[in-house]
């Protein structure tokens, strides 16, 4: 037979033993906020680009901008008739990643609209300038017979030194910018050009 002493001991050592309701909650509670980050939803094509690019990414992120040099190049050498084609470099670069890597499909779709965005304004300030231009040097000789003239010759002037000047440095800006953004990308660094970056993610937005 045990003893008073053995059968409180006994009992003691159970009671230590059983998981009270309160104790059982909190820790299936706990188990459940261990698991939910396991079961976070995995990212989707449309989500943040990847953080940590290859070197291959990277590579062909960084020919994207700099293909803006091939398109300078060209652009120049033929008068700016192979512009607009050198210009689809980019996007060729695009079409063949947009599966396979958002890093480099971002990155190549930012080079492509920036380079027809730098054409088209191009295109406009040459037009615009030469729809100005043009008629303030006709009104101006006409109007010099009676000296009234006088008064647009230095409009006429200006216009006439600060157009070729805004044609001739775009380009060239334009040109630092993309090899500064392959430079940049190459590195492993983030870059979004200014505008184009936030309405191509816009865009994408709608889109999904």
Same mark, same amino acid.
């Given at each position: 037979?045990?003893?008073?002493?053995?059968?409180?001991?006994?009992?003691?050592?159970?009671?230590?033993?059983?998981?009270?309701?309160?104790?059982?909650?909190?820790?299936?509670?706990?188990?459940?906020?261990?698991?939910?980050?396991?079961?976070?939803?995995?990212?989707?094509?449309?989500?943040?680009?990847?953080?940590?690019?290859?070197?291959?990414?990277?590579?062909?992120?960084?020919?994207?901008?700099?293909?803006?040099? *091939? %398109?300078?190049? &060209?652009? /120049?050498?033929?008068? +700016? =008739?192979?512009?607009?084609?050198? !210009? $689809? @470099?980019?996007?060729? #670069?695009?079409?063949?990643?947009?599966?396979?890597?958002?890093?480099?499909?971002?990155?190549?779709?930012?080079?492509?609209?920036?380079?027809?965005?730098?054409?088209?304004?191009?295109?406009?300030?040459?037009?615009?300038?030469?729809?100005?231009?043009?008629?303030?040097?006709? *009104? %101006?000789?006409? &109007?010099? /017979?009676?000296?009234? +003239? =006088?008064?647009?010759?230095?409009? !006429? $002037? @200006?216009?006439?030194? #600060?157009?070729?000047?805004?044609?001739?440095?775009?380009?060239?800006?334009?040109?630092?910018?993309?090899?500064?953004?392959?430079?940049?990308?190459?590195?492993?660094?983030?870059?979004?050009?200014?505008?184009?970056?936030?309405?191509?993610?816009?865009?994408?937005?709608?889109?999904?």
């Amino acid at each position: 037979m045990m003893s008073d002493e053995e059968r409180k001991l006994i009992e003691d050592s159970g009671n230590e033993t059983e998981e009270t309701p309160a104790e059982a909650k909190g820790e299936a509670e706990a188990e459940r906020e261990t698991r939910e980050p396991d079961e976070a939803t995995p990212a989707t094509t449309s989500g943040p680009i990847e953080a940590t690019p290859t070197a291959n990414e990277r590579t062909w992120a960084a020919l994207a901008h700099a293909s803006v040099l *091939l %398109t300078f190049a &060209l652009g /120049v050498s033929t008068g +700016g =008739l192979a512009t607009v084609v050198m !210009a $689809l @470099v980019p996007l060729l #670069i695009w079409l063949t990643f947009r599966d396979r890597s958002r890093f480099v499909a971002f990155h190549a779709m930012q080079a492509t609209v920036f380079q027809l965005g730098v054409l088209a304004l191009w295109i406009g300030l040459l037009v615009a300038g030469l729809v100005i231009l043009i008629p303030t040097w006709i *009104l %101006t000789a006409l &109007l010099l /017979v009676i000296l009234v +003239g =006088l008064l647009l010759l230095p409009l !006429a $002037l @200006v216009l006439t030194i #600060i157009l070729p000047i805004v044609l001739a440095a775009l380009p060239f800006a334009s040109l630092v910018y993309g090899l500064y953004g392959a430079y940049e990308v190459y590195a492993g660094r983030t870059f979004r050009y200014w505008l184009v970056a936030d309405w191509i993610e816009g865009q994408e937005m709608k889109t999904t």
